[in-house]
């Protein structure tokens, strides 16, 4: 019996954690960190495979989430469906194979072209506004939502103003349900909360990340939106006359550096390590290449760095070297004793630095971004130089990498400071 309740969703859930009833293709779960979108999710595909032979695509920003976030995870598709229903689960393919025929097939948002093939009769976009590439993937899952008499699809995110989620919002065949964090405090762990609460709570951002609202442009900030999705450019430049994705060609570069601001404790509520990477090609254009921060020891993050240095074939790592002292190229140094690294100090306040930065992003063809950045460019887009140095602020360590990076790869060039190699210097491989 107890057994039984425990699988019934209809006894747990709160209104908005249900579609509507009607005639929707999508249903737009758009709420704070913590809501219960995963799981409502993860009960509404359950639902859906309860019919025989029925084939569900979840989509996930990457590999590692579909696995530890929507099929293992406490909220995922494992832990909502009763164990004697399961047949197999596959994990490196992420798949889930049910009794009665029915199969949820995993995907990552970073291989949209895997979408393109397969056929499904419902489809679950995880945490959609992380997505690296959220147009192509949607698209190509769209194409293959064609299986039984009405296929529809379920996405569950914390709101963020990106072009792709606006038009799905738009849509008339959309559905939306809203929630914030506070509506399922009493499930969430308190560490959860407080963590939430400290990192969020009383900032511009905590109206996104706790209360599920979609900010526009914030006032204050130096960044906006329309400058870095004017110049975005995505991997898959389109579908050919064969219907097979195309690959966006990056230029060769001149430069590539990687901008490091190090968090300068560790532990469950340390800084971020902010960590990217930087491209300047033979135009004069700045290519952000990628974002790899993290949160982890000084060991962890160099060994980030270091993998990323030689992945994208680096000239140079520029860290910040503050609180923390020598600390950077130390750690560095240490294990990576190959990889040249340029200390900076923050001698200028943080807006002195940054306004210039994003000077550059207001000229259109300037700096471009490839794929998006969902982090990076929330704190670009919401950090309030007004704000600086308060306590209680998280500090903007992946906009300060990306300004390290910037400032160092167009001062050393245009101060004439760099070499320019061989014009036959490599392509970053991505
Ligand atoms: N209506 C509910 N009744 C009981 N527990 C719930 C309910 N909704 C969510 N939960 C539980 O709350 C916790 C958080 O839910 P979930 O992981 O789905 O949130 P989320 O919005 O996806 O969070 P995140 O922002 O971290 O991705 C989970 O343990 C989940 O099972
Ligand atoms: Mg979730």
Same mark, same amino acid.
């Given at each position: 019996?107890?057994?039984?309740?425990?699988?019934?969703?209809?006894?747990?859930?709160?209104?908005?954690?249900?579609?509507?009833?009607?005639?929707?293709?999508?249903? =737009?779960?758009?709420?704070?960190?913590?809501?219960? +979108?995963?799981?409502?999710?993860?009960?509404?595909?359950?639902?859906?495979?309860?019919?025989?032979?029925?084939?569900?695509?979840?989509?996930?920003?990457?590999?590692?989430?579909?696995?530890?976030?929507?099929?293992?995870?406490?909220?995922?598709?494992?832990?909502?469906?009763?164990?004697?229903?399961?047949? +197999?689960?596959?994990?490196?393919?992420?798949?889930?194979?049910?009794?009665?025929?029915?199969?949820?097939?995993?995907?990552?948002?970073?291989?949209?072209?895997?979408?393109?093939?397969?056929?499904?009769?419902?489809?679950?976009?995880?945490?959609?506004?992380?997505?690296?590439?959220?147009?192509?993937?949607?698209?190509?899952?769209?194409?293959? %939502?064609?299986?039984?008499?009405?296929?529809?699809?379920?996405?569950?995110?914390?709101?963020?103003?990106?072009?792709?989620? +606006?038009?799905?919002?738009?849509?008339?065949?959309?559905? &939306?349900?809203?929630?914030?964090?506070?509506?399922?405090? +009493? #499930?969430?762990? %308190?560490?959860?909360?407080?963590? =939430?609460?400290?990192?969020?709570?009383?900032?511009?951002?905590?109206?996104?990340?706790?209360?599920?609202?979609?900010?526009?442009?914030?006032?204050?900030?130096?960044? !906006?939106?329309?400058?870095?999705?004017?110049?975005?450019?995505?991997?898959?430049?389109? &579908?050919?006359?064969?219907?097979?994705?195309? %690959?966006?060609?990056?230029?060769?570069?001149?430069?590539?550096?990687?901008?490091?601001?190090?968090?300068?404790?560790?532990?469950?509520?340390?800084?971020?390590?902010?960590?990217?990477?930087?491209?300047?090609?033979?135009?004069?254009?700045?290519?952000?290449?990628?974002?790899?921060?993290?949160?982890?020891? *000084?060991?962890?993050?160099?060994?980030?760095?270091?993998?990323?240095?030689?992945?994208?074939?680096?000239?140079?790592?520029?860290?910040?070297? #503050?609180?923390?002292?020598?600390?950077?190229?130390?750690?560095?140094?240490?294990?990576? !004793?190959?990889?040249?690294?340029?200390?900076?100090?923050?001698?200028?306040?943080?807006?002195?630095?940054?306004?210039?930065?994003? *000077?550059?992003?207001?000229?259109?063809?300037?700096?471009?971004?490839?794929?998006?950045?969902?982090?990076?460019?929330?704190?670009?887009?919401?950090?309030?130089?007004?704000?600086?140095?308060?306590?209680?602020?998280?500090?903007?360590?992946?906009?300060?990498?990306?300004?390290?990076?910037?400032?160092?790869?167009?001062?050393?060039?245009?101060?004439?400071?760099?070499?320019?190699?061989?014009?036959?210097?490599? &392509?970053?491989?991505?």
């Amino acid at each position: 019996m107890l057994h039984r309740l425990k699988y019934d969703w209809s006894l747990w859930a709160r209104p908005e954690q249900r579609p509507p009833e009607g005639d929707w293709d999508f249903w =737009l779960y758009l709420a704070g960190r913590g809501t219960g +979108k995963t799981r409502s999710a993860a009960e509404e595909a359950k639902l859906r495979a309860a019919v025989p032979e029925t084939r569900i695509a979840v989509v996930g920003p990457t590999h590692g989430v579909v696995r530890d976030v929507c099929i293992e995870g406490r909220s995922g598709i494992l832990s909502v469906t009763p164990p004697d229903m399961i047949e +197999k689960y596959n994990r490196s393919l992420g798949q889930v194979w049910l009794k009665n025929g029915s199969v949820y097939f995993g995907y990552s948002s970073t291989e949209p072209d895997r979408l393109r093939g397969p056929e499904h009769h419902f489809a679950w976009f995880e945490e959609f506004a992380a997505h690296r590439y959220p147009q192509e993937v949607f698209d190509m899952a769209v194409m293959g %939502l064609r299986l039984g008499d009405h296929p529809q699809g379920v996405i569950t995110t914390t709101p963020r103003p990106i072009p792709t989620l +606006k038009a799905i919002m738009a849509d008339p065949s959309t559905v &939306i349900t809203r929630g914030r964090t506070l509506d399922n405090a +009493k #499930n969430l762990p %308190l560490s959860t909360m407080r963590y =939430l609460l400290r990192r969020f709570a009383g900032s511009t951002l905590g109206r996104q990340e706790l209360d599920g609202e979609m900010l526009e442009d914030i006032e204050g900030a130096l960044w !906006r939106r329309r400058w870095i999705d004017r110049d975005r450019v995505n991997r898959f430049a389109g &579908i050919d006359e064969y219907g097979m994705p195309t %690959l966006f060609q990056l230029p060769q570069m001149l430069t590539i550096c990687i901008g490091v601001d190090p968090a300068v404790t560790s532990g469950e509520d340390a800084d971020e390590t902010g960590i990217v990477v930087v491209g300047l090609d033979y135009e004069g254009v700045v290519w952000v290449l990628d974002d790899l921060s993290m949160r982890g020891t *000084s060991a962890q993050w160099a060994q980030e760095v270091a993998r990323a240095y030689k992945r994208y074939g680096a000239d140079v790592v520029v860290a910040e070297r #503050n609180n923390g002292g020598d600390m950077v190229e130390e750690t560095l140094r240490r294990a990576y !004793r190959w990889i040249p690294v340029k200390p900076v100090w923050a001698s200028e306040g943080k807006k002195t630095r940054a306004q210039p930065v994003a *000077s550059m992003y207001e000229k259109a063809g300037t700096v471009r971004h490839v794929g998006s950045f969902p982090e990076l460019e929330d704190q670009m887009c919401s950090w309030d130089p007004r704000d600086a140095g308060k306590a209680n602020k998280a500090s903007p360590d992946r906009m300060d990498a990306l300004v390290w990076a910037v400032h160092y790869i167009t001062e050393s060039v245009y101060g004439g400071g760099l070499v320019i190699p061989d014009p036959d210097a490599r &392509i970053p491989k991505h």
